[in-house]
């Protein structure tokens, strides 16, 4: 899927844009060799024939109008999949991260649902070493089980060093909070991050679905709070307004989390998520300046492309 995105990404570069190879090269962070095999494989394969493929270009273009929306560095959408999309977007974040990471590089991650099958399925793809480090607490729930796996799993590829913040994601008073976020062992997991070349993010929105409301983090009345706050999505449990700014709640001061001031200092910040109910949530939060990359699928993409307030 991600292969058949980049033939059609590079198609379109060349051939409508009039991009140089080396161009190409540079835009994409590929090989010059590269960029030529893969122009000559959309070729065999006849994306290129007398126009782009009628669906490769609907999501072409959808990337090309939310790069200059948004102001951001690259946009990925995939073709929308219905119920399962939290597995698909989820797969392609994957592609992605995986046609740009190094050997030994530093990836950090986030909180939710998507992350948590991110991490399952790159765990089971990667072939080169690469260290996770969480940016919130909390996630030791899912990442555990998924690491054991991936250890007895035969089919795996190299299992990543993984560096978990050693706290829950919400403690129950500020004061305990500060004395999680104040304790060595977690400050040297947060300097850590700072050590990475791309942080990889879900966006969630304020209903019943979200993963802090599902996993009993927050109740019902203090979701229904966030909403009279003005609150429309959080990024590692931290919740903003329509307009991308931080809303004020007690909720923010018994986080163990990374602060998303910090996250903006992040180079290459992937936002992933998808569907009609988080449209409003990724909206806010590339309006906040958390992005520098978009996942998404087709239906979401056009869905923003339709949104009338812009940067």
């Not at 040297?188 to 979200?210: D, F």
């Amino acid at each position: 899927m991600y292969e058949d995105n980049l033939l059609f990404k590079i198609a379109w570069y060349y051939y409508f844009d009039n991009m140089t190879q080396q161009q190409i090269s540079d835009r994409l962070g590929i090989s010059r060799m590269n960029v030529i095999k893969l122009l000559n494989k959309a070729k065999s394969q006849g994306i290129v024939q007398f126009r782009i493929k009628t669906d490769g270009e609907k999501r072409m273009n959808a990337e090309h109008v939310l790069m200059e929306k948004y102001g951001l560095s690259d946009v990925f959408v995939i073709p929308s999949s219905g119920a399962a999309s939290n597995e698909s977007i989820a797969v392609a974040a994957v592609q992605y991260v995986l046609s740009n990471i190094t050997p030994n590089c530093y990836i950090n991650i986030g909180y939710g649902d998507t992350i948590s099958r991110i991490v399952r399925n790159l765990i089971n793809s990667i072939d080169s070493h690469v260290s996770l480090v969480s940016l919130t607490g909390g996630v030791s729930y899912y990442t555990s089980s998924i690491i054991a796996g991936a250890h007895k799993s035969e089919y795996s590829g190299q299992t990543p060093g993984i560096y978990l913040i050693p706290s829950p994601l919400i403690a129950s008073t500020p004061v305990i909070a500060q004395e999680f976020l104040s304790d060595e062992s977690v400050k040297q997991i947060m300097n850590m991050s700072k050590l990475a070349s791309m942080t990889i993010v879900g966006i969630g929105a304020v209903t019943e679905t979200a993963t802090v409301f599902k996993d009993n983090k927050i109740s019902s009345t203090e979701l229904t709070l966030l909403r009279m706050n003005g609150a429309v999505g959080d990024i590692l449990s931290q919740f903003f307004d329509k307009k991308g700014n931080i809303v004020e709640c007690d909720l923010h001061d018994r986080l163990v989390t990374t602060k998303l001031d910090v996250l903006k200092t992040y180079s290459n910040v992937i936002g992933v998520a998808a569907g009609e109910s988080k449209v409003e949530a990724i909206h806010a939060a590339l309006l906040g300046g958390y992005l520098d990359v978009l996942v998404t699928d087709e239906d979401t993409a056009q869905l923003l492309a339709e949104v009338k307030s812009k940067v």
